[in-house]
Every structure is written in C-alpha cells, then in structure tokens.
C-alpha cells in the first residue's frame, strides 16, 4: 500500500514571523536524525527533545 501524500517538513511556529528550524537542525545533529531511524523509543524521543532544545529561531 502506497501513501498518496508527500511528506514536507514544515517549520514550528513560535511567535509572530519567528518559526523553529527543526530541519536544519536535523541536517546538521547526526546523532538526532540517526535516532528517527531506530527503534529504541526512549533513545529517540530523548533526541527529539534535544533537537527542539537545539534548534535556532529564524525569521519568515
């Protein structure tokens, strides 16, 4: 079975014009992007929450 949608990243939304770089975040920890592949569910969840910690504000 195939998914008919395209999965986008999207930024995070902070306040008013500023979002969360998630993406670039993940492009640059490659501890972070590694644990969305395992399946240890606290390892992962652990790196999310760096990862939010981690990620810059950018304006737009």
Known sequence: MRCSRI???????LANGWTLDLVGMLRTNTRAAEALTTDMAAWKRNMVRTAILLAHPVEG
Do not use: N
């Open 7 to 13: 999965w986008r990243p999207k930024p995070y939304p």
